[in-house]
C-alpha cells in the first residue's frame, strides 16, 4: 500500500512565522526532498526537531510517520500520526496512511475506523475506499468490500488496482462471470498488471478453463520470469491436466528459485504420488513439513500416500497430526474416516465420514420442503416418515438402499427414496420402500424426517460384523427379466463385462482397465459368451470391437439400471472393475468378481481380503499386485473362469 505525503511550501513558510524561525521552511523542504531521494532516516532526522512541539505542522509529522514505517518502528509511526490528528482532526492522508499501517499489521477493525474517518474527511477519496475493502475482506464482510470496491470505481473508473480487488471478492462469493469481467477490466487499464493476470489464472483454473488459465500464468511469466507463485499454480493446473513433464518442471523451477516453498513441494508430492514415483513422492512431502511443520496440507497428503502404500498406522499418525494442527481441517476428517472404514473400524470412521458432505457443495442442496424437517440421526422413528437423499454415484446409492429395510423394521410409517432416474424402476423393488421419486419436488407432503444414503450405516450402528447383508435386496422386474430372456438363451454361459468407470471419478484413472483389449486373455477360456454391460464413454469398443474379440453389445440397448438387472439375472457371471454394475450384481445376489487397483483402493473393500461383507458368498475381489499393471489379474481370470465354467461354482475365495 503507498503512503500519501503533501508537502506545501507555503504551508512550511506559515508554520517558520508561527514558531519565530525564518529557517524553518527550508530545513523542512530539505526533509521532503531527501525522502524523495529514498534517504530516509537523514529526512527523519531532519524533520525530528521540528515535530517534537504541540504545535508540530500535521503534514511534516506524516512525513515523519511515514519515515518512522518506512524504518520499521509503526509505533512511532502511529504516534506521528495520531499527533498529526489532534492538531488537525480533518487531516483525511493522515487517517488514510494510520489505516494503511493497521492493515499491514492486521489491525484491521483499526484499519477500518481510520479508513471511515479518511472519507468522513474526504467522500471522494476514492484510494480509501478501496483500502477499505481490502479490509473488509479480511473481515470476511464480503459483500460490504464489494460495495467499497465499486463506490472506489464510481469515483475514480479507471482504477485497475480497484477491478483487481473487485474481482478478488467476487470469486470468493462465487459470483464467477463479473469477477472474470473485473479482472479483464483492470488487465484492460493496464495490460502488464501482474496480479488481474495472476487472479484471472486461479479464476478459470477453479472454472475447469485449464488451457485458459496456463495461457494467464505463462502471460505472468513473461513480465516477471521469477514469479515462483505462479509457476506453483501453472504446476498445478497441468498435473490436473495430466501434463506431468511440463508441471514436475514447473515445480522444479519453483523450487530452484526459492528452495523454501514449502507448497511447492506439497504440490510435487501430488504429481509424483500417481506416477508411481513412491521414494520422491515421500522425499517431497516430509520436505514441505521440515520446512513447515505445521503444514496441515502436507501432513494430510503424506497420510494419504503411506495408507496407499499400506503403511496405515503412520497414516492414521498423520491424519490426526493434521487435525491437531487444524481442528477444523474437513479433508482431513473425512481421510481419517476413509481410513479407519477401510481398517473395519467402522464405529471410530463413520462419524468422521460425515463430513464428506461439507466437501461436496452439490449435495448439500436439500428442496424447501425437506430442509425444514429434522435431520434423521438414529431417533425412534415408530410411525414417523423418512426421506432419503441422494449422494454420490449409483453404485453408493444401490449399496446403502439395503438399510430402507431395516428403517422399515424399526416401524417407520413411509420411507420415500429419491434417487437418479436410471434407478427409479430397480429401487421399486427395494424391501420396505413406500416411495421412489427421482426429485425432492415430487413428494406431495412434507415427512418427519430427512437423512442421506451414506448416513445410515452410522445412525444404525452397523459394524463389520452386523452389515444387513441378506442377498438378494433387489430384484429385477418380470416384465424386464422376461424381455431380456429372449436374448439370453440359459443354455449358454455368458459372463458381463465392464471396464470403464465415470472419468470424473478422482481414481478413475488407476480403477479402469486402459481398454476392453485388457480382457483379451479370457477370449481364450472355451465356451463361455461374453456381454458388454459398458455404458457411457467406453461403449463404442463393444460395438465396434476389432477382429477376434467375441462380444456381444448390450449397452445401447440399456435405458437404466432395470434393463441392467434383468440382463444380469440371466448372465452366469459379472466381471467389472469398481463400479455400479458390481454392486447391482452383488445386490443381486449374483457372482460377481470384482478388479480392484493397488492404488487408492476405495474404503468398502477393505484390505487384503479377496471377499466382501457387504455381498457375502456371491462377491470376490481380485485385486493388483502392482500399480498399473493388471496383467497378473488378468492370468487369475483366466483360471478360475475356466474352473467355473468346468463346473465348479463356488464362489468363496482362499
Known amino acids: 500500500m503507498s503512503y500519501r505525503i503533501k508537502h506545501k511550501s507555503e504551508k512550511g513558510k506559515k508554520v517558520a512565522t508561527s514558531l519565530g524561525s525564518p529557517n524553518v521552511g527550508r530545513e523542512w523542504s530539505g526533509a521532503y526532498a531527501l525522502y524523495g531521494e529514498g534517504r530516509i532516516a537523514e529526512a527523519l532526522q531532519v524533520a525530528n526537531p521540528f515535530i517534537v512541539s504541540q504545535t508540530a505542522d500535521a ?9 518512522h514505517q518506512r524504518l520499521g518502528d509503526p509505533e512511532r509511526a502511529i504516534s506521528c500520526w495520531r499527533q498529526a490528528l489532534q492538531g488537525r482532526p480533518d487531516f483525511a492522508d493522515a487517517h488514510y496512511n494510520l489505516g494503511n499501517l493497521f492493515n499491514e499489521l492486521r489491525r484491521f477493525q483499526e484499519a477500518e475506523g481510520s479508513y471511515r474517518q479518511a472519507l468522513r474527511c474526504k467522500p471522494d477519496y476514492a484510494e480509501a ?28 473508473p479507471d482504477y485497475p488496482e480497484a477491478y483487481n480487488n473487485l474481482g478478488v471478492v467476487l470469486n470468493t462469493m462465487r459470483a464467477f462471470v463479473e469477477a472474470e469481467a473485473a479482472f479483464r477490466q483492470a488487465i484492460d487499464l493496464r495490460p502488464n498488471y501482474i496480479d488481474p493476470l495472476k487472479n484471472l489464472g486461479i479464476l478459470l483454473g477453479g472454472l475447469k478453463r485449464y488451457e485458459e488459465a496456463v495461457a494467464m500464468d505463462r502471460q505472468v511469466l513473461q513480465l516477471k520470469p521469477d514469479h515462483v507463485q505462479v509457476m506453483n499454480n501453472m504446476g498445478v ?26 507448497e511447492v513441494y506439497n504440490n510435487l508430492g501430488n504429481l509424483l504420488s500417481p506416477l508411481n514415483r513412491p521414494e520422491e513422492t515421500e522425499v517431497a512431502y516430509r520436505h514441505a513439513l521440515r520446512l513447515k511443520p505445521d503444514y496441515a496440507q502436507a501432513c494430510n497428503n503424506l497420510g494419504n500416500f503411506l495408507g496407499n502404500m499400506k503403511r496405515f498406522a503412520e497414516a492414521e499418525i498423520l491424519y490426526r497430526a493434521a487435525l491437531a494442527m487444524a481442528p477444523g481441517y474437513e479433508e482431513a476428517q473425512f481421510n481419517l474416516g476413509l481410513l479407519l472404514l477401510s481398517l473395519g473400524r467402522f464405529a471410530e470412521g463413520w462419524p468422521l465420514h460425515e463430513v464428506r458432505q461439507a466437501l461436496a457443495p452439490k449435495e448439500r442442496t436439500v428442496h424447501a420442503m425437506v430442509a425444514p424437517c429434522l435431520r434423521w440421526k438414529g431417533e425412534d422413528i415408530r410411525g414417523k416418515s423418512l426421506v432419503i437423499l441422494p449422494e454420490q454415484g449409483f453404485g453408493d446409492q444401490i449399496q446403502f438402499c439395503r438399510y430402507v429395510n431395516e428403517l422399515k423394521g424399526m416401524g417407520a410409517r413411509q420411507i420415500t427414496l429419491i434417487c437418479e432416474p436410471a434407478l427409479v424402476t430397480l429401487f421399486q423393488s427395494v424391501r420396505g420402500v413406500d416411495c421412489v421419486a427421482e426429485k425432492q419436488e415430487a413428494m406431495t ?5 430427512w437423512t442421506r444414503y451414506l448416513s445410515l450405516p452410522h445412525h444404525l450402528g452397523t459394524t463389520l460384523h452386523s452389515i444387513p447383508n441378506d442377498l438378494p435386496y433387489l430384484y429385477p422386474s418380470s416384465d ?14 455368458f459372463v458381463g463385462l465392464v471396464w470403464k468407470g465415470d472419468g470424473s471419478h478422482k481414481n478413475d484413472a488407476k480403477r479402469s482397465l486402459p481398454s476392453l483389449q485388457t480382457y483379451a486373455p479370457l477370449w481364450s477360456v472355451p465356451g463361455v459368451v461374453f456381454i458388454s454391460l459398458q455404458k457411457g ?14 462380444i456381444v453389445p448390450m449397452g445401447q440397448s440399456i435405458r437404466d439400471f432395470a434393463d441392467t438387472a ?27 468378481w470384482v478388479l480392484l487397483p493397488a492404488w487408492n483402493t476405495d474404503w468398502r473393500w477393505l484390505h487384503d481380503r479377496c471377499d466382501s461383507p457387504w455381498y457375502p458368498g456371491v462377491m470376490r475381489l481380485f485385486r493388483q499386485t502392482k500399480p498399473d499393471d493388471w496383467s497378473g489379474v488378468m492370468e487369475l481370470l483366466v483360471d478360475e473362469l475356466g474352473i467355473m465354467k468346468s463346473g465348479n461354482t463356488d464362489t468363496n475365495c482362499n
Open 59 to 67: 503534514c511534516l509529522l506524516n512525513l515523519a510517520a511515514i519515515c
Open 129 to 156: 475506499y478501496n483500502n477499505l475493502g481490502v479490509v473488509l475482506n479480511e473481515l470476511k464482510r464480503f459483500p460490504e468490500a464489494q460495495a467499497a470496491y465499486r463506490k472506489a470505481l464510481r469515483l475514480k
Open 237 to 262: 493446473i497441468l498435473t490436473i491436466m495430466h501434463r506431468y513433464d511440463e508441471a514436475e518442471a514447473a515445480f522444479r523451477q519453483a523450487l530452484r528459485l526459492d528452495p523454501g516453498f514449502a
Open 445 to 449: 407432503s412434507e415427512p418427519d424426517f
Open 480 to 493: 424386464r427379466k422376461k424381455h431380456w430372456e429372449q436374448y439370453l438363451p440359459r443354455e449358454i454361459f
Open 537 to 550: 464413454r467406453a461403449e463404442v469398443e463393444a460395438t465396434q470391437p476389432p477382429s477376434g474379440q467375441p
Open 566 to 592: 434383468a440382463i444380469i439375472s440371466h448372465l452366469d457371471l459379472v466381471i467389472s472393475i469398481d463400479s455400479a454394475v458390481a454392486h447391482l450384481a452383488g445386490a443381486l445376489g449374483k457372482p460377481c
